[in-house]
């Protein structure tokens, strides 16, 4: 069926010949490499910027510095839920098979970026404000994500036909999307009412400009992981879910 | 509509013929939120701070309970594939299933919860406004839990899976539904809350039956 939709396809416009597992498993091999090559560049520059040339913090002193691990994994983890959800839509509405390998591959990235952010937003709590943890709107609604992407996670392993679990998984995680603003917003205020705001994160003091770069550099070098990693996870579903094929069997790594 | 009032009559004869499922959702309510002022001590004054919490937290839960039954039986003996293929709108009998579910673990939730109150001590005027916020909440609760029930259909421990999907998408109604009692009983402005919780059960009336009607359909396929 693959083949079929390739062909009529590729007429029309050649970028939906990559729409097919047959055709994207080859690509995404040649591109891992660069998508690596590109993470050790820009998580060395930004870690040399952020150890060696950011100036330590005049409040905080050296223990600012998780900042650069910290940011770019809560950035990451929400960029990628909706990466996500938008991968799992494109499945449900277009029937496409490798959009919802690519939602089941980046889940179990977001879920790790969102537990990294409160892993090291717990290590940063702790000498800043005293605390592992506080009742933050921030960190609330990034606890509920982490939830959501295990919810993601556990309902598409229970499934056990695909096809069902990647149309299941499409549907929680749309209902996700729409709900995360409605979580943020609705934690944000229960927040306010409940207790004055004991920490604000919103009032962060101005950044100097090479804290700004070291982040930005580690923040670029975070969206290259998730990609390679991405790409790796998605070639692997794909020899799983593709392994009665014939191409598959034709793959040097898969012959015996 | 004919179509409509005719499956939730039938899925409230269906419950009235086996009243014990009901009833233990009913009971468990009751006893968890018996078992705070047990285990956190019978001082008023926090019984009184923690009601509001305590009670939706309770009311959270035994929906859950609920929500298995929803499209579980009809599943399992095929009624639902028959209900597919009606001519009848499927969002509407799937709408008529949410309200039956509402009817039977919702409504009894908002009657039994003054007496839970007075259990926390919360005075009159905070009940009237806990039972008017359940009265808003719980049909919000049901028709999100419908999601979650037509998702799980059929899987491997899907009641547990179920509580999973649910339950964070459940914490914007316990936040602005506790969040009126306790408004109300500190003497809070209460009508920012009830305007959300009202937005809430718009949007979800609006949206929901929809998307459970398409989740019970990838179910069947």
Known sequence: MSNVNNLSSSRVMNWFKFSSPSTFYPLAGKMIPWFWALTVIFGVAGLWVSFFVAPVDAVQGQGYRIIFIHVPASWMSMFIYLVMAAWAGLGLVFNTRLSAMMAQALAPIGAWMAFLSLWTGAFWGKPMWGAWWVWDARLTSELILLFLYLGFIAL?????????????????????VVNVPIIYFSVKWWNTLHQGASVSLTKAPAMAQTMLWGMLLMALCFWMYSIAVGLMRVRAIILEREAHTDWVKQLNEVKP | ??????????????????????????????IVTSLFPLGIGADTALLRKI??????????????????????ADYADGTLEQLVLSPNSFTALVFGKVVAHWLVCGLPLVLLAPVIGIQFDLDA?????????LLLGTPVLSLLGSIGAALTLGVRGGSVLMSLLILPLYI???????GAVYASSVGLDITGHFSLLGALFILALAFVPWVSANAVKIAIE
């Open chain 1, 156 to 176: 598409q392993a229970s499934i056990d036909n695909a096809r069902r679990a990647d149309k299941a998984g499409a549907i929680l995680a749309l209902v996700g």
């Open chain 2, 1 to 30: 509509m004919n179509a409509f009032i005719t499956i939730v009559h039938r899925d409230l004869l269906l419950v009235m013929r086996r009243k014990s499922e009901v009833l233990t959702a009913l009971f468990f309510f009751v």
């Open chain 2, 51 to 72: 009601a509001p919490g305590v009670i939706w937290v309770a009311a959270l839960l035994s929906t859950l309970l609920g929500l298995q039954r929803m499209f579980a």
């Open chain 2, 125 to 133: 005027q905070s009940l009237k406004v806990l039972m008017a916020a």
């Open chain 2, 172 to 178: 914007p109604v316990l936040i602005f539904g506790a």
